[in-house]
Nanobody, 117 residues
């Protein structure tokens, strides 16, 4: 049961990308009860939190992306979106979608973002 992430690519510094994540069929009926998030993993580094949006739409961001990234969810479409503006070379990495409810977690396969300086 995997989340489907898309929207990654190659972009110049200062540019924008929009990542999207679709919930698998197994959780679509209860998607609105899941806390959703985006994580990223840069080459040679550990996976880190980028942004989260809870089931009641509270958001949280890593300090490094505050003011540049926006996370949102569409419960009717069972998707979560990460809008990334003013991208920097440090934003390069594989971005993973994450869903959590209680002890249940789901991860997406990752979508690669490369920011050229």
């Amino acid at each position: 049961v995997q989340l489907q992430a898309s929207g990654g690519g190659l972009v110049q510094a200062g540019g924008s990308l929009r990542l999207s994540c679709a919930a698998p069929r197994a959780i679509t009926s209860v998607f609105n009860t899941y806390d959703m998030g985006w994580y990223r993993q840069a080459p040679g580094k550990q996976r880190e939190l980028v942004a989260t949006v809870t089931s009641d739409r509270r958001t949280n961001y890593a300090d490094s992306v505050k003011g540049r990234f926006t996370i949102s969810r569409d419960n009717s479409r069972k998707t979560v979106t990460l809008r990334m503006n003013n991208l920097e070379s440090n934003d390069t990495g594989v971005y993973f979608c994450h869903a959590k409810r209680g002890l249940t977690e789901n991860w997406g396969q990752g979508t690669e973002v490369t920011v050229s300086s």
